[in-house]
């Protein structure tokens, strides 16, 4: 035969496999139907992916309940994190009426294994098309033009503001079961380890915010952890830069911000949180636009050797108390934006740009 229209079988095979797989997918993850790594081509996994993307399936349908928040984990290659994550969310009040979106930058089925087995709440991955694994010799992965640039190019770092940027035009945009949804989506890492009353935190500081109009996000802790005290379990702090410590916005805020996603995607910064920090600004200049809770209720797995090590992680893992109110406690209006730099390539920016 033919070696290329062999290999033109082959791949057309490949995607037929994947057409079966989901027409037959309902409210059971077929397992042993998805693709193993060590089975299909590249060509084959980019296309797998793509039509996970289209067929927006969601599992656990079965759950009657109405959604009251989605959740939006950034997946990467970190299963141990991912698992402490999944126990923390499982024990949170309230996370029977969530939908949790898992974007993923990397496939691999052991990460898949780990979220097939929720059954909390309703489900639904999706894959970031344009990820390293996706491009291993060519942009947006790593390419020779990478070293030839006068402005060398780390497509590790460059995919995680990508992938952020993707997946929040996605969910907003693409994701079409929640077309009618105005509610808030919070942006989480894989990871993050959450307290039970979360959600109970997050509900409670939406109707909070409507002593700060011009507060647009709400987070769920903040990096200035030195003098955390369990007194300030019902405070929260106002201010004008984002943390990536567990960020929430509705529809509304999205639409007004993705109209300065010029300044998100030049700014000079691989870290999304800081490009999207630099594109509020643009919108609200002097006012504060963060509400942040004073005692974190999520602590970031990766910085603590084990949840009891740090005094932030032993609170988030000890914490049982529900608070009933908030009261503010300080207002901070931070400075202007500094870069942390790895994007300036202009390839990066021209992609962020069109997505």
Same mark, same amino acid.
């Given at each position: 035969?033919?070696?290329?229209?062999?290999?033109?079988?082959?791949?057309?095979?490949?995607?037929?496999?994947?057409?079966? =797989?989901?027409?037959? !997918?309902?409210?059971? *993850? +077929?397992?042993?139907?998805?693709?193993?790594?060590? /089975?299909?081509? $590249?060509? &084959?996994?980019?296309?797998?992916?793509?039509?996970?993307?289209?067929?927006?399936?969601?599992?656990?349908?079965?759950?009657?309940?109405?959604?009251?928040?989605?959740?939006?984990?950034?997946?990467?290659?970190?299963?141990?994190?991912?698992?402490?994550?999944?126990?923390?969310?499982?024990?949170?009040?309230?996370?029977?009426?969530?939908?949790?979106?898992?974007?993923?930058?990397?496939?691999?089925?052991?990460?898949?294994?780990?979220?097939?087995?929720?059954?909390?709440?309703?489900?639904?991955?999706? =894959?970031?098309?344009? !990820?390293?694994?996706? *491009? +291993?010799?060519?942009?947006?992965?790593?390419?020779? /033009?990478?070293? $030839?640039? &006068?402005?060398?190019?780390?497509?590790?770092?460059?995919?995680?503001?990508?992938?952020?940027?993707?997946?929040?035009?996605?969910?907003?945009?693409?994701?079409?079961?929640?077309?009618?949804?105005?509610?808030?989506?919070?942006?989480?890492?894989?990871?993050?380890?959450?307290?039970?009353?979360?959600?109970?935190?997050?509900?409670?500081?939406?109707?909070?915010?409507?002593?700060?109009?011009?507060?647009?996000?709400?987070?769920?802790?903040?990096?200035?952890?030195?003098?955390?005290?369990?007194?300030?379990?019902?405070?929260?702090?106002?201010?004008?830069?984002?943390?990536?410590?567990?960020?929430?916005?509705?529809?509304?805020?999205?639409?007004?911000?993705?109209?300065?996603?010029?300044?998100?995607?030049?700014?000079?910064?691989?870290?999304?949180?800081?490009?999207?920090?630099?594109?509020?600004?643009?919108?609200?200049?002097?006012?504060?636009?963060?509400?942040?809770?004073?005692?974190?209720?999520?602590?970031?797995?990766?910085?603590?050797?084990?949840?009891?090590?740090?005094?932030?992680?032993?609170?988030?893992?000890?914490?049982?108390?529900?608070?009933?109110?908030?009261?503010?406690?300080?207002?901070?209006?931070?400075?202007?934006?500094?870069?942390?730099?790895?994007?300036?390539?202009?390839?990066?920016?021209?992609?962020?740009?069109?997505?």
């Amino acid at each position: 035969m033919n070696p290329r229209l062999a290999t033109t079988l082959m791949l057309a095979w490949g995607c037929l496999v994947v057409i079966v =797989f989901l027409k037959n !997918s309902h409210t059971e *993850y +077929p397992q042993s139907s998805a693709p193993m790594l060590s /089975q299909v081509t $590249l060509n &084959d996994l980019r296309n797998f992916i793509h039509l996970m993307n289209i067929k927006q399936l969601v599992y656990n349908t079965h759950k009657k309940v109405s959604v009251d928040l989605v959740i939006v984990v950034q997946v990467h290659d970190r299963l141990p994190h991912l698992q402490q994550l999944i126990r923390s969310l499982s024990l949170a009040s309230g996370i029977n009426n969530t939908l949790l979106i898992f974007s993923h930058d990397v496939y691999q089925p052991y990460i898949n294994s780990a979220i097939h087995n929720i059954t909390f709440a309703k489900i639904m991955q999706i =894959f970031y098309p344009l !990820s390293v694994q996706m *491009y +291993p010799d060519e942009f947006p992965g790593p390419s020779l /033009q990478d070293y $030839l640039d &006068d402005d060398w190019r780390n497509a590790t770092l460059t995919q995680l503001k990508h992938h952020w940027w993707w997946t929040s035009n996605f969910v907003f945009n693409r994701v079409r079961i929640l077309h009618d949804y105005t509610g808030p989506v919070l942006f989480l890492e894989d990871d993050n380890y959450l307290t039970p009353d979360f959600i109970h935190c997050l509900f409670l500081m939406r109707d909070h915010a409507s002593t700060c109009p011009s507060c647009r996000f709400l987070v769920l802790g903040t990096a200035k952890q030195g003098h955390l005290i369990p007194s300030d379990y019902n405070a929260v702090i106002v201010k004008s830069n984002l943390e990536n410590y567990g960020v929430a916005l509705n529809r509304s805020t999205w639409h007004e911000v993705s109209k300065y996603g010029e300044f998100f995607c030049k700014f000079d910064d691989y870290r999304w949180v800081a490009s999207l920090t630099h594109a509020v600004r643009q919108l609200i200049t002097s006012d504060p636009t963060t509400m942040a809770l004073a005692l974190p209720r999520v602590a970031r797995t990766t910085s603590c050797a084990s949840l009891s090590t740090r005094k932030s992680c032993r609170l988030v893992k000890s914490f049982r108390q529900f608070p009933t109110f908030f009261t503010t406690k300080t207002v901070e209006v931070e400075s202007a934006d500094v870069s942390h730099g790895g994007w300036t390539n202009s390839r990066d920016q021209i992609l962020c740009m069109g997505m």
